[in-house]
């Protein structure tokens, strides 16, 4: 079973996509790994990709595509990838590259929320003010209390934040934006969309495919 994850803020449902992976016995793949891999063995893709790094250049769609035919689609075992595509573009090419070579990309998890939603959501993220390594918690309690030390929580994300504002515009932007890549890709493959909720919830949707 392959599939792709999308998330406006890796963070908030870090917790639950690893469980969801350890559910359906899948390894969670992020593209970064990918590309140091092929860069650490000296692969012709690993060259490609450390020139255009060096260079500091973008890295084109076909040749993350290509990467994923070879190191993603490339068995049969279960497998996620973590937030790619993130363009329109990106899914673009790599649904047309799916199709052409025959490739089945089973399931698109992505995160539906309307944005409203999501800022209630984030808002009741809270984490430690005393020691980061104590449990983050989601809670819509007032003033919360860490349950490792006692010390009041904080919030962990400030909605008015200029760099979290543009990672959710840009995730919920529609020309160009990675929900629409998701839909897109899932469209365009014939992939099943399902919106992230619960792990048991996906796995539920999953095991119906």
């Not at 035919?69 to 490339?74: D, E, M, S, T, Y």
């Not at 090419?93 to 052409?100: D, F, G, R, T, V």
């Not at 089945?104 to 409203?116: C, E, F, K």
């Not at 909605?159 to 160009?176: G, H, V």
Request: glycine share 2%.
């Amino acid at each position: 079973m392959k599939i792709i994850y999308f998330t406006p803020v890796s963070m908030v449902w870090s917790e639950d996509l690893g469980t969801l992976a350890s559910m359906i016995d899948a390894e969670l793949v992020y593209l970064g790994d990918l590309i140091s891999h092929e860069v650490s063995i000296e692969s012709e893709l690993g060259k490609a990709f450390k020139s255009i790094m060096e260079h500091g250049n973008l890295v084109s769609p076909e040749l993350v595509s290509s990467l994923l035919i070879k190191r993603f689609f490339n068995d049969s075992s279960n497998k996620i990838l973590a937030h790619f595509p993130r363009t329109y573009s990106h899914a673009e090419y790599l649904s047309q590259l799916l199709i052409s070579n025959n490739i089945n990309l089973d399931a698109v998890l992505a995160i539906d929320l309307d944005r409203q939603s999501l800022n209630k959501k984030l808002l009741n993220q809270f984490h430690c003010s005393n020691d980061y390594s104590h449990p983050n918690i989601e809670t819509k309690e007032v003033n919360p209390i860490c349950t490792v030390c006692n010390k009041p929580l904080f919030n962990t994300y400030d909605l008015s934040n200029p760099a979290l504002i543009n990672t959710i515009e840009s995730y919920y932007e529609k020309a160009d934006g990675n929900l629409s890549a998701a839909k897109l890709i899932s469209r365009v493959s014939r992939a099943n969309f399902i919106h992230f909720s619960t792990p048991e919830d996906v796995k539920r949707k999953l095991y119906e495919l």
